[in-house]
């Protein structure tokens, strides 16, 4: 052996204390205690905090023209009653909207009969009129062109244009509880 080595291996030696090979003798290791089950809830946060109510705004079509309510319409009506906004009773408002087929004074009375169609469909099915406020736009607001570059009539943005605007108007501030969703019954459906 080198003598130079003999100081550094003595070194070494001297510096492991004596200590045996941790694969002979493994430390020990702390064996369980049985404990109480622990919650994953923490028991400092409340449930859920409020939050803000947002205003919701549903087209209603009236594509083919005229103040009747067609299928789709209805279906849309019907999903709007379900709304959160709706079952919190906030204002609501309609505006009437026709295309630029026409004379002004006829948009703005159609504008005006289609806005009254979804607020008589609206109290039909429980809605206080005191909530409903109606407002005719007549052809001033479009969505898409009533016209095409060449100038002949869009009948697509036409359509698009003859519509209802529902808005649940919610305060500003107003807040509600989350909801919670139903857990299913055996057939899978929500419970009740």
């Known amino acids: 052996m080198n003598r130079r080595a003999i100081p550094a291996l003595l070194l070494l030696l001297a510096a492991c204390g004596g200590q045996s090979d941790p694969a002979e003798n493994p430390p020990e290791r702390a064996t369980p205690t049985p404990t109480e089950p622990v919650s994953i809830i923490r028991a400092d946060i409340?449930?859920?905090?409020?939050?803000?109510?947002?205003?919701?705004?549903?087209?209603?079509?009236?594509?083919?023209?005229?103040?009747?309510?067609?299928?789709?319409?209805?279906?849309?009506?019907?999903?709007?009653?379900?709304?959160r906004q709706q079952r919190e009773n906030v204002p609501i408002i309609l505006g009437g909207h026709s295309d630029a087929g026409g004379r002004d004074e006829v948009n703005q009375r159609v504008s005006r009969q289609r806005a009254e169609a979804v607020a008589a469909w609206l109290m039909e099915h429980g809605v206080a009129e005191d909530r409903i406020?109606?407002?005719?736009?007549?052809?001033?607001?479009?969505?898409?062109?009533?016209?095409?570059?060449?100038?002949?009539?869009?009948?697509?943005?036409?359509?698009?244009?003859?519509?209802?605007?529902?808005?649940?108007?919610?305060?500003?501030?107003?807040?509600?509880?989350?909801?919670?969703?139903?857990?299913?019954?055996?057939?899978?459906?929500?419970?009740?």
């Open 46 to 83: 409340e449930e859920a905090a409020e939050i803000p109510l947002e205003p919701l705004d549903v087209t209603i079509g009236f594509p083919d023209g005229g103040v009747e309510l067609d299928d789709k319409a209805v279906s849309a009506l019907e999903e709007l009653m379900q709304s």
């Open 133 to 192: 406020t109606v407002i005719a736009f007549g052809e001033q607001n479009p969505i898409q062109p009533n016209a095409l570059p060449d100038g002949s009539p869009n009948e697509v943005g036409r359509a698009a244009n003859r519509r209802v605007v529902v808005r649940l108007a919610v305060p500003e501030g107003v807040t509600v509880s989350p909801e919670t969703t139903p857990e299913p019954n055996a057939a899978g459906e929500p419970a009740n």
